[in-house]
């Protein structure tokens, strides 16, 4: 069993920062792919980022990417998503996901574990 707990979220300018983390626990992640999903009021889970554990490999959602950067603490269990340039339409409740499959691996479905989320809200 994996436990993943998100904070960092919080209300934000557009133009401004916000670091997200995701930490985990219970089974190790040395053979996990981790993800970071977004869902906004009315609107399906979608996927923004992810990275395999292993190797480092990232994924970027179009709409974020060379905006937000993906990271990894191998020693800390934990997740990073920084957040740049946010815009309005950044605002979701970013959750952070796992799965034991592969990084090229982008859909929610298959994402088996996952966190409460956390609220960004970014004003105009």
């Known amino acids: 069993q994996v436990q993943l707990v998100e904070s960092g979220g919080g209300l934000v300018q557009a133009g401004g920062s916000l670091r997200l983390s995701c930490t985990g626990s219970g089974r190790t992640f040395t053979s996990l792919t981790m993800g970071w999903f977004r869902q906004a009021p009315g609107k399906e889970r979608e996927f923004v980022a992810n990275?395999?554990?292993?190797?480092?490999?990232?994924n970027y959602a179009g709409s974020v990417k060379g905006r937000f950067t993906i990271s990894r603490d191998n020693a800390k269990n934990t997740v990073y998503l920084h957040l740049n340039s946010l815009k309005p339409d950044d605002t979701a409740v970013y959750f952070c996901?796992?799965?034991?499959?592969?990084?090229?691996?982008?859909?929610?479905?298959?994402?088996?574990?996952w966190g409460q989320g956390t609220q960004v809200t970014v004003s105009s």
């Open positions: 996901g796992a799965t034991r499959m592969s990084v090229a691996i982008m859909t929610p479905l298959l994402y088996g574990f």
């Open positions: 990275i395999g554990w292993i190797d480092g490999t990232t």
